[in-house]
């Protein structure tokens, strides 16, 4: 049932996309457009591969050039980013976020109507990667134009950057050096109901994601905020983050800094094995008191130096105090700093900064890392582009502007007025061969009705 089911469908779209066509070779400029007969062509879509025909058109370029084009493929939009239907599109890239390209392709070969390699997802990624990126170098000439789209202002505005290491491979597979993916997620606060149930919500939530070299990426960044926020109306800014020299490069020199709490713990334990020296460098860290953890570390540098060349206890311990000095201003949490910053809006609250990590976990880590997986800079970079787009519910409306193939503009009416001539019923009246078929047994209906048969009965038989 479901294989003929997909075949009608797949008949109906034939017959939309060749009248689309027989439409537009009628309305073109015959003098501009020399029709050279037709050539066929497929599109993917979830009920099957479509095989259809349309017209070739040879016309001159504006700088006196022979070309060959096909109205249907531009009036459709068929070149964003391949001849794939926007639901297939769809379930492709949304399943990708969660499974590696060959477990996708399996999945979507045997759920829908249309076979698919590895290989072929992998490509429907990279085209959606190159158009989100193109969105991306578009907004930062909006900004550097003065023609942001953003309006809104806002009193605070959260901003937090990590990133995450990967494993990268060249074009022939080898292993390269890890590369760090870039990420950044800006906020406006908390949901202050869903804190009263001990529920952590960030308001306004918004995700960048990416390999790009720290200049190009911090445009991006900037541009985003730009894309939603309007900068001038922004009362203060507030930045998170492990300290990385390209983390520490915003556009507003009057952001706070703060060092990320997790990465400070994160550093004592790797660099300091002594469990007691750990705990008594923490405690002065959590006490505020920056002085004397400093003079803490410097003595047990010394008190731990070897002449041992395999004794590292000293090296390190000196080159967690120049982790800590070197963000020393960003030590202290800023609301523990006596800045004043402005109240939040009705509905949310400000706390402590700190979700970075999380965000990479769920939305970068979880598919990108591990498994022994490794990637290209331009496949990790691409992937990364769907991944974020998803956290930020964008993905599909993303993917709905560069598959609009299937979209028509003609008018629907037209085409089942001709699909209802060419599949009426030979009997006129009582004598349609559907209420003929009735009368014998039907499944569905004469079989014991279960809850989804009923279900069923009403939607099909009414």
Known sequence: MYRHICGFAREITVQMLEGYDRELAEGRDKKQYRCKGKRRTSIKTVYGEVVYSRNVYRTETPDGQTAHIFLLDEAMHMDKIGLISTNLAEKIALTVTEAPYRVTADIISSTCGQSISAGGVWNLIQRLGERIDEE???????????????????????????????????????????????VFTMYEGWDAEKEK?????????????????????????????????????????????????????????????????????????????????????????????TAEMFAYIETYAVRVESPEKKDKRSQKARELYQYLYHNREGLVPYQKRGIRIPDPPEGMVYKGMGIQESQNCTVITLRMKHRRMRWSERGANHLAKALYRKENRELVETIERYTDGLLFTLQMKEIIETLSAAKAPKKEGKGSTYMELIKHHMPIIDAMQTVSRKAFKRAFSQ
């Open 136 to 182: 991306e170098r578009h907004a930062v000439k909006q900004m550097n134009a003065d023609q942001a789209e953003g309006e809104k202002g806002i009193p605070v505005l959260f901003e937090e950057m990590d990133g995450v290491w990967l494993n990268i491979q060249d074009e022939q597979h080898k292993k390269k050096k890890k590369q760090e993916m870039k």
């Open 197 to 289: 149930a001990n529920r952590s919500t960030l308001v306004g939530k918004t995700m960048l994601a990416g390999m790009e070299k720290s200049t190009e990426f911090h445009e991006k960044r900037e541009a985003c905020i730009r894309k939603k926020y309007n900068a001038d109306e922004i009362g203060q800014r507030i930045l998170n983050g492990d300290g990385g020299s390209w983390i520490k490069e915003p556009y507003d020199p009057d952001t706070i800094f703060q060092l990320d709490r997790y990465h400070i713990c994160q550093e004592i334990l790797r660099k300091i094995s002594d469990k007691e020296a750990q705990k008594e460098i923490r405690r002065l860290f959590e006490e505020e008191k």
